[in-house]
T-cell receptor, first 114, second 114 residues
Framework: DQQVKQNSPSLSVQEGRISILNCDYT??????FLWYKKYPAEGPTFLIS?????DKNEDGRFTVFLNKSAKHLSLHIVPSQPGDSAVYFC?????????????FGDGTTLTVKP | NAGVMQNPRHLVRRRGQEARLRCSPM?????VYWYRQLPEEGLKFMVY????????ESGMPKERFSAEFPKEGPSILRIQQVVRGDSAAYFC????????????FGSGTRLTVV
């Protein structure tokens, strides 16, 4: 049973346009959500997070939206740049005694075309 | 301040051999998390350690896998009698304390079992 799902394996966007990456979860105990970016042969890099008490968090070009009733979150990148091309992972945490124990989705490969 | 260092970057083992993966956390970090990424999948939590203690090993396979984080030196993930299904990328992350938030990951060790 996959508790965090990223249903789009890939997304292609033109440079300068908006990229929207989606993530759905099933475990209502999740209360903290994160997005990581990963380049080939590197470890994931933390991008942005959101607590379940919020519905939006913004950091520069990156905004994460959380819809708790739908158990859905999304990452918006505006404007998209070629350097944003990478695999994006959504992750969720529920365990304050082990805050690093995140459940990851399978990732969405974003390609930003010049 | 060096990031999380993992070595080796690539490790090839024959079936039945032992694999030892090392993770040196960031300076000042005493919490280490190990994750495994199978091809085309997201990262899966394996184990959470503090210095000289295993805090949560709920993601570790019951046999052949062990982890330690001694008082001195790096954290070690040990896989005995490797099988082809152990081929994966193994990542570690570190943190100064148990906290919600994005974690710093190493670049990973890619284990190939032949």
């Amino acid at each position: 049973d996959q508790q965090v799902k990223q249903n789009s394996p890939s997304l292609s966007v033109q440079e300068g346009r908006i990229s929207i990456l989606n993530c759905d979860y099933t475990n209502s105990m999740f209360d903290y959500f994160l997005w990581y970016k990963k380049y080939p042969a590197e470890g994931p890099t933390f991008l942005i997070s959101i607590s379940s008490i919020k519905d939006k968090n913004e950091d520069g070009r990156f905004t994460v939206f959380l819809n708790k009733s739908a158990k859905h979150l999304s990452l918006h990148i505006v404007p998209s740049q070629p350097g944003d091309s990478a695999v994006y992972f959504c992750a969720a945490s529920a365990d304050n005694t082990n805050a690093g124990k995140s459940t990851f989705g399978d990732g969405t490969t974003l390609t930003v075309k010049p | 301040n060096a990031g999380v260092m993992q070595n080796p970057r690539h490790l090839v083992r024959r079936r039945g051999q032992e694999a030892r993966l090392r993770c040196s956390p960031m300076k000042g970090h005493s919490h280490v998390y190990w994750y495994r990424q199978l091809p085309e999948e997201g990262l899966k939590f394996m184990v959470y350690l503090q210095k000289e203690n295993i805090i949560d090993e709920s993601g570790m396979p019951k046999e052949r896998f062990s982890a330690e984080f001694p008082k001195e030196g790096p954290s070690i993930l040990r896989i005995q009698q490797v099988v082809r299904g152990d081929s994966a990328a193994y990542f570690c992350a570190s943190s100064p304390r148990n906290r919600l938030g994005g974690y710093t990951f190493g670049s990973g060790t890619r284990l190939t079992v032949v």
